[in-house]
């Protein structure tokens, strides 16, 4: 048997972490058995269903490289086999034609709401026959449900689960215009492409029972089930907008890497031992549902962010630089051009050391790119006193006498401040602050020898000027 899981969001509205998690175990269970991972969408509600949405399914998997083996399903051009399916259950005896009018609906629930108990379809149509129908009533199709016993669920994380058949009703299968409903299209769905496991949000268990149904009524094989704990926020609520649960995209736009983002979703909710930090590659030889948690896991920003703090650190420089300059230039409007690119290339594997996002990166490089008159934080503008600005003038002329490379440079600052008997570090703070604006840099040697001589001499000289 060929292990097929599938993805299957509904576009309508921004792709959240928790979805995105789903999707995330689903390609490694896939890829962990040397199965396939396809994505269908799910798009039959129209009213709420939009190209963006969908468009942004499409780019947070691109991002994130969890690639699906197939192009997608769009379930609502299915309609007709979701249908015809529906017309065999009827046919089989498994499923009938309801002609309840609007007004008789509305009175079982005020009776049940009444007696203060959940609403159920009596299933009054459930043994009539259609030549007792009313006219002007297009009929639904509603399955005819077990009313005894139990259906049992066994789950790959939550074990064996079950449910009163008493407690469900007739659910509708094909409304009355035709359209089938979400339970219904899922199951045909499922069944089609040949799904061996069903890998879901546990929010989606007590759908799972009416489905079970389903399958049994069409005499199909159910999936297996395996039912996920939900991602809470860090005060135990269900994540929402106020936890800054918006869209996947806006960690990409935060400036997390897609690698950060997936090892750390992974361990939200998987673990294996001590392990922290895994590749792709150590992703996909590791998972198995048995290392699902059956807990809500809680979403820690703090540590999404130490994580990707440590992908950066380990991600090839040439990759930042052109992240980086990316965005720089989305930031200014227009591109920065070849010198400018050549210094943050050059001093990216300085920069990378104390950044913890392509954000950080980004704002720490921007001194790289900007033209005289650098514009100064309060704390850098304050330590261009009199006495600096007397030690900027002596340091660039005896920088002028190096061949301006990272050791040289080091060794004249070392020099200038032993021979004013000064701390080092009272020379070198409003240098770096002459260079670059800031109080904060990457090491000063190393920020010289990428600048070069004549951008030192004209960002200092810019300051004696000021």
């Known amino acids: 048997m060929t292990i097929r899981v599938r993805f299957a969001p509904s576009p309508t509205g921004m792709l959240h972490i928790g979805s995105v998690r789903t999707a995330l175990f689903n390609f490694l269970f896939a890829r962990h058995h040397g199965g396939e991972f396809l994505l269908r969408v799910e798009d039959t509600d129209t009213t709420r269903s939009t190209p963006e949405a969908t468009q942004v399914i499409f780019d947070v998997l691109d991002w994130l490289d969890i690639k699906p083996d197939q192009g997608p399903v769009f379930q609502s051009t299915r309609y007709a086999r979701h249908r015809e399916v529906a017309e065999a259950m009827v046919a089989a005896g498994t499923a009938y034609r309801c002609y309840c009018s609007r007004e008789e609906l509305a009175a079982m629930r005020a009776e049940a709401d009444a007696a203060k108990k959940p609403f159920r379809y009596d299933g009054r149509w459930r043994d009539r026959d259609a030549s007792e129908a009313p006219a002007g009533i297009d009929p639904v199709i509603r399955l005819k449900a077990p009313r005894t016993g139990e259906t049992v669920v066994h789950d790959k994380v939550k074990g064996e689960v079950r449910v009163r058949n008493a407690e469900l009703d007739d659910m509708i299968l094909v409304r009355s215009d035709g359209t089938p409903t979400y339970l219904h299209a899922v199951v045909v769905d499922d069944h089609d492409m040949a799904i061996t496991h069903v890998i879901r949000g546990d929010d989606h268990l007590t759908n799972t029972f009416r489905q079970a149904q389903i399958y049994d009524a069409m005499g199909w094989q159910r999936p297996e089930f395996a039912h996920l704990p939900l991602i809470h926020g860090p005060d135990g609520g269900k994540l929402s907008k106020r936890h800054g649960a918006v869209s996947t995209l806006q960690f990409r736009d ?3 890497l897609p690698e950060a983002l997936c090892n750390y979703l992974l361990r939200l909710g998987w673990g294996h031992g001590d392990s922290e930090i895994l590749s792709r590659e150590d992703q996909i030889r590791l998972f198995d549902l048995d290392g699902v948690g059956r807990g809500a896991a809680k979403m820690d920003y703090a540590k999404l962010l130490q994580v990707n703090a440590v992908w950066v650190r380990a991600a090839d420089p040439d990759r930042l630089t052109r992240l980086v300059i990316e965005r ?4 200014r409007g227009d591109a920065i051009g070849p010198v400018a690119a050549g210094r943050i290339a050059a001093l990216m594997p300085r920069l990378q050391e104390r ?4 954000a950080e990166l980004a704002e720490a490089a921007m001194f790289l790119v900007r033209d005289v008159p650098l514009p100064f934080t309060e704390k850098a503008a304050a330590m261009m ?3 600096a600005l007397d030690d900027l003038s002596a340091m660039v002329l005896d920088f002028a006498k190096t ?3 990272a050791p040289a440079l080091h060794a004249a600052m070392m020099a200038y401040a032993e021979e004013s008997g000064k701390k080092l570090k009272v020379v070198a703070e409003p240098l770096r602050a002459a260079l670059t604006g800031s109080t904060i840099s990457p090491p000063l040697d190393a920020t010289m020898a990428v600048l070069g001589q ?12 000021d």
């Open 254 to 256: 935060e400036g997390y």
């Open 328 to 331: 720089i230039e989305a930031v």
């Open 355 to 358: 950044s913890r996002t392509i």
């Open 385 to 387: 006193t009199d006495e």
């Open 403 to 405: 061949d301006y490379s």
């Open 454 to 465: 004549f951008e030192v001499e004209r960002r200092v000289f810019a300051v004696l000027a």
